[in-house]
T-cell receptor, first 109, second 115 residues
Framework: TQLLEQSPQFLSIQEGENLTVYCNSSSVFSSLQWYRQEPGEGPVLLVTVVTGGEVKKLKRLTFQFGDARKDSSLHITAAQPGDTGLYLCRGSTLGRLYFGRGTQLTVWP | DAGVIQSPRHEVTEMGQEVTLRCKPISGHDYLFWYRQTMMRGLELLIYFNNNVPIDDSGMPEDRFSAKMPNASFSTLKIQPSEPRDSAVYFC?????????????FGEGSRLTVL
C-alpha cells in the first residue's frame, strides 16, 4: 500500500518554465518532508513542514502543507537544469514512516 | 565532517551467496535507517534503530534479511541466502533530531546485483 501518492510520476520541461508536483494521502500526517535525489546519490533534505497550511520558501522553491495535513505541494519557479532530479516526499502517519514513489523531473536547457 | 559511509558501493554476487552491507552513521546521530530502492517499489524502509536498539523491522522482507547495530558507529545488513529479486540499491541513513522531523542524512548507497 502506497500511503503517499506523488504526481506526476515524470515531468519533462524546458528551462524557465514553472512547475508544481504533488504529494497526496488519505491519511493525516504529523509532518512531511521533501527530498531531492540525484543519480548515484542518496536523497537530500529540502524542507520539513509540520503545521497545516504552512508555506515555506527556499529560493525558487515553494512548499505548502495542506490545511488538513493530508497533502503537500512543491512549486518551482523558473526551473533550471540543476533542478533535475527525483523529488520525494516523506511523512509520518499512524506511527510509521513512508516515502512516496517520487516525481522524476528533467529540465532541459 | 564525514557523512554516512556505506560499503561496498557495488556488489555482484550469485544467487545463494551471503551478502553483508555495512554502514557508519554520522557521529552523534541516534537514529539509523536501512532503506532499499528499486524502480518498481521506490524507497522502502527495511528497519530502523534508535540508540542501537531495533525499533521497527516490519519492513524486512523475510527471514533471509537481518540487521544489527552492535554500537553507535556501525551497522550491518545481511542477506542470506541472496536471491535475484534482492537486487536493488540499499541506503543507510542517520538522523539526530527525532524520528519524524529529523533530517535524514543518506549514504551513497550500496548497489547489489544478484545473478
Amino acid at each position: 500500500t502506497q500511503l503517499l501518492e506523488q504526481s506526476p510520476q515524470f515531468l519533462s520541461i524546458q528551462e524557465g518554465e514553472n512547475l508544481t508536483v504533488y504529494c497526496n494521502s488519505s491519511s493525516v500526517f504529523s509532518s512531511l518532508q521533501w527530498y531531492r535525489q540525484e543519480p548515484g546519490e542518496g536523497p537530500v533534505l529540502l524542507v520539513t513542514v509540520v503545521t497545516g497550511g504552512e508555506v515555506k520558501k527556499l529560493k525558487r522553491l515553494t512548499f505548502q502543507f495542506g490545511d488538513a495535513r493530508k497533502d503537500s505541494s512543491l512549486h518551482i519557479t523558473a526551473a533550471q537544469p540543476g533542478d533535475t532530479g527525483l523529488y520525494l516526499c516523506r511523512g509520518s502517519t499512524l506511527g510509521r514512516l513512508y516515502f512516496g514513489r517520487g516525481t522524476q523531473l528533467t529540465v532541459w536547457p | 565532517d564525514a557523512g554516512v559511509i556505506q560499503s561496498p558501493r557495488h556488489e555482484v554476487t550469485e544467487m545463494g551467496q551471503e551478502v553483508t552491507l555495512r554502514c557508519k552513521p554520522i557521529s552523534g546521530h541516534d537514529y539509523l535507517f536501512w532503506y532499499r530502492q528499486t524502480m518498481m517499489r521506490g524507497l522502502e524502509l527495511l528497519i530502523y534503530f534508535n540508540n542501537n536498539v531495533p525499533i521497527d523491522d516490519s519492513g524486512m522482507p523475510e527471514d533471509r534479511f537481518s540487521a544489527k547495530m552492535p554500537n553507535a558507529s556501525f551497522s550491518t545488513l545481511k542477506i542470506q541466502p541472496s536471491e535475484p529479486r534482492d537486487s536493488a540499491v540499499y541506503f543507510c541513513a542517520s538522523s539526530f533530531a527525532g524520528r519524524d522531523t529529523g533530517e535524514l542524512f543518506f549514504g551513497e548507497g550500496s548497489r547489489l546485483t544478484v545473478l
